[in-house]
């Protein structure tokens, strides 16, 4: 069955860079969700959308946005990059709210910052 | 947001069954139960969702009591393959936060 598929998995970049990372949801999912994982650290909710618009808001920092776009696919943007944001980031989908099989979740993206 | 406590770590041998509890004292009316099992540099995997009472999948049971302040992860007979972090979030569908998990660890 078709996955949560991130891309790139890995990401190198130095402080003060900008970095794109992009999620693909299960087809047929309308509803994406991003987390940041630190090292050592619990899943940190970002920023969710359904049907295209922000439907929550965690603890995004302002020098990150994001958007999801007419085909579902999310864009997580990051300028200014800092050493503290290197950490996985992590992007769910689910359809609608979520249903009782809650939301699915993708490999990540391991972001390092130097 | 419901705020939820659970243990930081739990041993267990193989083949026990291995049950976690998670309190949420402050849970509110529209708020489900839902726990995933993360392993190292993996994204979280969903594992059971409930609301009220007991439910039970193919892998594991949630039992939630009537005032549903807490509920209990119960895994049956566990393998080696199952030491992960397991993680208890409590929220309105669409609006889950992961607060700290159990490290299970388990022991040939």
């Known amino acids: 069955a078709a996955g949560v598929i991130q891309s790139p998995r890995h990401l190198i970049k130095e402080k003060r860079e900008t970095a794109t990372l992009k999620c693909y949801p299960i087809?047929?999912?309308?509803?994406v969700y991003w987390y940041q994982q630190g090292p050592g650290q619990d899943p940190q909710f970002l920023i969710s959308f359904y049907e295209k618009m922000q439907s929550d808001k965690g603890s995004i920092p302002d020098r990150f946005s994001a958007q999801q776009f007419s085909d579902y696919h999310s864009e997580l943007n990051m300028s200014s990059l800092e050493l503290g944001d290197s950490a996985l980031y992590f992007c769910a989908s689910s359809l609608g709210s979520g249903t009782v099989y809650g939301y699915t979740f993708g490999s990540g993206t391991r972001l390092t910052v130097v | 947001l419901a705020k939820t406590t659970q243990p930081i770590s739990m041993d267990s041998y193989e083949g026990q069954e291995v049950n976690i509890t998670c309190s949420h004292n402050?849970?509110?009316?529209?708020?489900?139960i839902t726990w995933y099992q993360q392993f190292p540099s993996q994204g979280p995997r969903f594992i059971i969702q409930?609301?009220?009472t007991k439910v039970t999948n193919e892998v594991a049971s949630l039992f939630i009591p009537a005032d549903r302040k807490s509920s209990t992860l119960s895994l049956p007979r566990v393998s080696l393959s199952d030491t992960a972090v397991y993680y208890c979030?409590?929220?309105?569908?669409?609006?889950?936060?992961f607060g700290t998990g159990t490290s299970l660890t388990v022991i040939p």
């Open positions: 409930g609301y009220k």
């Open positions: 979030l409590v929220g309105p569908l669409g609006q889950f936060y």
């Open positions: 402050n849970i509110a009316t529209n708020d489900y």
């Open positions: 087809p047929r999912h309308d509803t």
